[in-house]
Nanobody
């Protein structure tokens, strides 16, 4: 069983920064894919960024490219999401998710993931 716990959310003004953390425990596959998703009220869950834990390869949604950075600390089983130049439209509940093993579909598809954290709220005021 895998548990994911997010932290680091909060309220900031537009242009500000936050760093989210996702700590994993339990069985962590060395080839796991770790992703951040977000969901705003009334909207579908949206893939934000993914990191392949074996190669550190990363991909981002177009809406966050150049502003967000996903990274990992393998020793701590933790994945981070550094968010800069935040905009009001970044306001959402942010979740981390993992799939044990390779994806068999697009990384932005929530159904690809086996485990989810409880979420951390990010609110950006303009």
């Amino acid at each position: 069983q895998v548990q994911l716990v997010e932290s680091g959310g909060g309220s900031v003004q537009a242009g500000g920064s936050l760093r989210l953390s996702c700590e994993g425990s339990g069985y962590m596959d060395s080839r796991a894919r770790m992703s951040w998703f977000r969901q705003a009220p009334g909207k579908e869950r949206e893939g934000v960024a993914i990191i392949f834990t074996d190669s550190s390869t990363t991909f981002y949604a177009d809406s966050v490219k150049g502003r967000f950075t996903i990274s990992q600390d393998k020793a701590k089983n933790t994945v981070y999401l550094e968010m800069n130049s935040l905009k009001a439209e970044d306001t959402a509940m942010y979740y981390c998710a993992t799939r044990l093993g390779r994806l068999d579909g697009h990384w932005t598809d929530p159904s690809q993931y086996n485990y989810w954290g409880q979420g951390t709220q990010v609110t950006v005021s303009s």
